[in-house]
């Protein structure tokens, strides 16, 4: 009993330290008493006074701190007796002392008061029919212990992953399943954070990738997980998967229909762009300055059409896992200035003045210039469009405490209420109350959040509704990059929208 | 970049531009021309395979989606019966390809554009880097 031997020594050491404490009192009475040559009896009995008092003190301490552990194993039985009152359940994550060994004694009272009415049940044999039963289950299904091990699984695992039978049993679980998260928060973290802080928990997930070996299709599923601390078969975690991929096809389908329809738009937008130019290059300054000004407004048109079928296709390519950037070093000021070029054109013709506030001497950073100027364009697209009555809209970019390049686009429109703010980075995502206002897609942000995370850097806001917003995002300095830079070929490095979040998770804030 | 046509070379540069859309070979051949380029239109895939086997022309401008013959078809015959091409080829497509197909291409071929990315003037500054 590792647990047990801890909580012993730490018990130990925390009364030791207490009677020292209390100790301390009369010693200093003694001494206080001797230099300034008060009688030794009077010194010698106030200090003894002294230093019981304290051991009382600290001994009522030290006895309510080491008793909490059994104080909050005696609320664990309480709470699933029958007969209680309505105690809470305890809050063993406040335990200092002994926590582990108590989380695990509460799981097994939590565990055998589901079992406490009939004594007369052979536990081997309970086991042995839980066992037979998950082999029954007609969906795949892995139990897996703490060192992920898998211990069971049921007879359909096999054939959805096409495995050999029996080819699981002892086998790491990410070994055998490839699994692929739209999110950060992926079943390996959970396990991870299971095992740290809790006693038992559950988990679902939706749309989760199952790659299969070689060429066969992906499927997609939704997971659900669920974690028994020291279950007594060995059993910790249990996770099932129910298959979704045909519907979940369907919607993939559906977004490859939109990237199609969206290439179909590219040849007459190649076509448009082209006559524009022409007319640009042909009639300028030979027309009149109201037919100046609408040719102009041609060209910005046919240029926003062009980032938003750009937009489109990209949201698609980040889905599928096909959006690569290729990071090179790049004067960040230049970038910027280079990048957004078209939307100060727009700003202007729209009356909004845009103010640049670079930091001299920002280091070079490491980006995809085109990409990068997306997420820009994105950000200058939306504090135009949700700008209001007010006129200013500032880019500031800083070195920040981390070390990287910071860059705000600050507006001080309509702002956005504090209750949508976390679902702003998500696809199709806007806020219901501005949605007949105003246009665009509600792909933007969640693009930018892609490409930016795609770069080591994070994008977040600050906002409150009235008083406009404050996009940032952070950049990584070129020089952070260099020891990546010695592995890649020399015209830079390329990186996908998923892969590099996954593998990069030091560099996020 | 190099749009002053003072700045290229007396004997110009001779460019294959192979496209099925009329509005789209217009609008090349008026941007290039312009830049210093001497263009030739074809509009089949077939046709092309011929033009660019003659080897007369510095640089080729390939579409994927052709008529009698696919770019891809027209490039991979290319590079089998005639390894010694002295012509670059650029293969410009609005198609969206999945990565691993747009690998491939790219193997074969001296560059690769998004007609929809870049307007006519724009194609004829990126010819300009290639130094041919």
New interface residues.
Partial sequence: MDDFEKLEQNAYIYLLFTNICALVPGILIWIYGSSKGISPKTTFAVAIICIVVSFIITTRVASGFILRPLQMLWQAIVHVSSDTTNLPPPNIDSLRLGRTLILSLANRVYQLSGQHTNTEIDHGNISQQASDIVKLFPQPIFAFDKDQNITNVSTSTYSYLNLPEGSLIGAKLFDKLNLEFSTDNTLEQWITDCQDNKVAGQALWQRVRVKLADDQPTKQCDIVACYNRDNTNGNEFIISLYDNSEEYNKDDQALSFVALAVHELRTPLTMLRGYVEVFEEELEGKLNPELTGYLHKLRLATDQLTAFVANVLNVVRVDENQLSFKLSERDWKTTLTNGSASMLARAQILGKTITFNIAENLPSVAVDPVSISEVVNNLLDNAIKYSGASKDIVITSTLNQEGFVETTVQDSGVGIPENVVPNLFEKFYRNHRTRHQFGGTGLGLYLSKAIVNAHGGNIWVKSKAGEGSQFSFTLLPYASLAEELKNSDNDGITRHAHGWIKNHSMFRR | MNEDQTSLPATPKRVLCVED?H??NE?YA??LTKAGYQTTVVTDGEQALQEILSDEYDIVLLDIMLPSLIGTEVLKRIRADKPDLKAKIIITT???L??ENRAAIEAQADGYV????L???QMAEFLAQLNV
């Fill in positions: 859309e509005f789209i609008l008026r941007a609005n198609l969206e999945s990565e998004v007609k929809a990315d307007t006519p003037r």
